[in-house]
């Protein structure tokens, strides 16, 4: 299941619609399930990664799949109650917890480098403030702009043929 990986998480932010619908399913499913997916699924993998831009996105869906910052009738009657939402907040604990590890390992990596520099801590920022549509049509354009170009040059190369080979 793929909120068990946290590397996938960056396509939830992309797909709005899907995300929505799978917090509407962990409404419905059991504590067990939940369980299995958050604590024993996303949890022990999420010790493993140190990307903290990839932490990020995992915190914002997890921040969405709770339903934090929407009023209760903007959540259609899906709600995580009890248990289930425990859960939920257990593992964006531990979702911020390795994100403060990973910002930590990255100032002392960056701390012997800039001795004697003004210490300017960029931050990536939120994810949602790149928009990641923007960066997919970018990409997209690159794409079709190459593959444009290669079709002018397949078409080119053969009218200069005469006649079926």
């Known amino acids: ?4 990986k946290f590397s996938l998480y960056r396509a939830f ?10 917090r509407r399913f962990l409404t419905t499913i ?3 399930k939940i369980t299995e997916l958050l604590q024993d699924g996303l949890c022990k993998n999420i010790t493993t990664c140190n990307n903290a831009q990839t932490l990020q996105w995992v915190e914002q869906v997890l921040d969405f799949m709770s339903g934090a910052g929407r009023f209760k009738k ?7 109650k009890g248990t289930n939402k425990q859960k939920l907040k257990t ?3 531990q979702v911020k917890k390795s994100l403060k590890a990973s910002a ?6 960056a701390q012997p480098s800039s001795v004697g520099a003004n210490n300017n801590n960029t931050s990536s920022g939120n994810f949602a403030d790149r928009d990641i549509r923007l960066v ?3 990409r997209e354009a690159a794409r079709a702009s190459g593959m444009a170009s290669m079709v002018d040059q397949a078409l080119s190369s053969s009218s200069g043929r005469t006649g079926p080979r």
Do not use: C, I, V, Y
């Open 1 to 4: 299941h793929a909120l068990k």
């Open 74 to 80: 903007d959540l259609g009657g899906f709600e995580l």
């Open 13 to 22: 932010l992309g797909l709005p619609q899907t995300m929505e619908e799978t």
């Open 30 to 32: 059991s504590t067990n």
């Open 136 to 138: 997919d049509r970018e």
């Open 104 to 109: 930590t390992a990255q100032q002392t990596k």
């Open 91 to 93: 593992a964006m604990n």
